[in-house]
């Protein structure tokens, strides 16, 4: 069946430095990806997503690819911030007609201090 | 900006009491879930729903029942609540019937069972 694989946190970066969230996939078809962020009391909301293979998917300086060949989308930031502490998780969808299932990841928490 | 709304926010309860945990949208979608966050923060999806009178259990067994008589209005019961109910519940709604399509997720409900 379909998995998201992402690695575990917390995260800890110092503000400007770079960010990479390693995430990876299987799936039986072609999936859509995704990155949800939740922040701290809040439910989760989409941070950017892909729906095929080399798409680019891209908000507030965050940006992924969707790369077939090697089942990964990575989440990078070039400069984080302290407002960008939160939780990331990568998730897939796949299906068509009424059905799409969708599968999250474990989630990565990102702490960025000061 | 999503129009998912969810209430309680924030409910403590007594062992044996029923719950009802709200969730209503106003996006006209048709798709609406119901996912458990643990502490641990990894999702699992309890129930969905692909339209009016259509409801399935989820990945994760959960003794709540669901139900959905009108497009917007998607709420979750548990008749006797018990102490292994704590947790994070989050409702989400999708549009369509494309696997790329974003979800839409409410702020959340904290439920503590004591």
């Known amino acids: 069946g379909d998995s998201v694989t992402q690695m575990e946190g917390p995260v800890t970066l110092s503000e400007e430095a770079f960010l990479t969230i390693n995430c990876t996939y299987t799936?039986?078809?072609?999936?859509?990806l995704f990155w949800y962020v939740q922040y701290p009391g809040e439910g989760l909301q989409l941070l950017l997503k892909?729906?095929?293979?080399?798409d680019k998917g891209s908000n507030k300086g965050f940006e992924a690819t969707y790369r077939k060949e090697t089942t990964s989308f990575h989440l990078e930031k070039g400069s984080v911030q302290v407002s960008d502490s939160a939780v990331y998780f990568c998730?897939?969808?796949?299906?068509?007609?009424?059905?799409?299932?969708?599968?999250f990841g474990i989630g990565t928490k990102l702490q960025v201090i000061p | 900006e999503a129009d998912i709304y969810q209430t309680p926010r924030y409910l403590v309860i007594g062992t044996g009491k029923k719950i009802t945990l709200e969730c209503s949208q106003t996006m006209g979608h048709d798709k609406m879930y119901w996912y458990q966050q643990d502490p641990g923060m990894e999702l699992h999806l309890i129930h969905y729903?692909?339209?009016?009178?259509?409801?399935e259990k989820g990945d994760l067994s959960s003794e709540s029942t669901v139900s959905r008589i009108r497009t917007e209005h998607f709420p979750l019961t548990l008749e006797s609540a018990r102490p292994s109910h704590t947790s994070q519940y989050l409702c989400?709604?999708?549009?369509?019937?494309?696997?790329?399509?974003?979800?839409?997720f409410g702020e959340g409900s904290w439920l503590t069972v004591v």
């Open positions: 892909a729906t095929k293979a080399d």
């Open positions: 989400a709604s999708r549009v369509g019937a494309g696997a790329g399509n974003t979800i839409y």
């Open positions: 998730a897939l969808s796949e299906g068509s007609g009424g059905y799409q299932k969708v599968t």
């Open positions: 799936a039986t078809g072609y999936p859509s």
């Open positions: 729903s692909y339209g009016v009178n259509s409801t």
